[in-house]
């Protein structure tokens, strides 16, 4: 069109430079120049059309490449609500659990530690996932560390959020005198660090939330992170830290931490675990709790000054310990620790199933087996019965061997 345009210009030089001056050559020049216009007008228009033709595709297919939920059913709603359709992450960054999410609650992980048989012949661990996910409204990841991973492979494979983490059979075997069983595996709490950094679906994870399986969680776990975000802010954190709550109810042993909540930081509480299973490897503790006394004695005697033991605030609003009456009133926090060696005993079964079937927001009548109750033995009677056994089997090769002599 433009040279058109430009020999129609020419024509136009030309035939005024050779042309006279006469009426009837004044209206060829003007027919002429009537024509140009008309040409150009029409140039105009295509181009303009064109141009508002090709923004609307490019529109369009800009909206398209940014809008990866609309094809991915899958996506999770929290992770679309605060996130605008122009600066949208590609949908393999939002999915892979090997690269960085988006949200806090993407860099935060809940672990549990279940071992033995009592621990994984009961489905605490399961009703400890689903009160997370229904009252905790948290949708992050879940992390079990076990010594039967085929116990929860379902669970990993219902919910991409779920992560098993293997015991390594040279931690579970570990020969310390006077290390009681028990010890053996509340020993890895102190290791939970050392399977979350190896763990190729964690390496984003910054903030490790524990939590012994016989928790439950209460209510919306937002108003935990908030408080929680508002304590380690007034902290410099220059110093390795480990967060628990206060172990009130057990002033007469003079225990000050709870263990069965644990807030920790991938990068500033490897030492803190580190002299705290220094002090269980001594083999002088039968308890966890006494562990980290041995610890804050040590901090605050000034022989240890890399380490930081730190209170979650505030306590009675988190954290609960349930009793019939409790149950009955259907009271809650943030961590509701029923502590199956001992509370729950004392705990009608039919309250503690009316408590869990409201929590868990099951359906009336309905027999999940999340209501059951599950009475763990005392650890001493687990630990006999289960030294009874070793001493079986490691007299088993001395009875053959004199049998053949």
Known sequence: MKRNSTALHSSIHKTHTILPKTNDNAQIEGKLTSKILSTKKSVTAFWTSNAVITLVICYF?????????????????????????????????IHSKSKPLMTQEDKTAIVVISMGDIATNTNLVERCLRSIRVRGQFEGHFVILTDHPERYTSLEQNDEYVTLLTAKNNDLSIQIENLSIVMRYKRFKTLLLDYVKVEPRLEHIQRIVYMDYDIVVGRNLNLFWNDFDNLIAKHDNKKSYMYFFREDWNKQRREPFHAGVMVLDRDQSAVCLDVWRVQIDAGKVNRDQQGLKLLNDRIESGEESRCQMRYLEPRDEHLMFPTAESMQRNEHATFVHVTNTKRAKGIPSNVQKDYFTQLLQLDDGDESDLTKV?????????????????????????????DMA
């Open 61 to 93: 297919l800009l909206a398209f490449h940014r809008r990866p939920h609309e094809n991915n059913p899958n996506l999770r709603e929290t992770e679309l609500s605060h996130v605008s359709v122009f600066d949208f992450p590609p949908t393999s960054q």
């Open 374 to 402: 599950h009475i763990v033995p005392k650890w001493k009677e687990q630990e006999r019965k289960a030294k009874q056994k070793e001493e079986k089997k490691q007299a088993s090769p001395s009875s053959e061997s004199a």
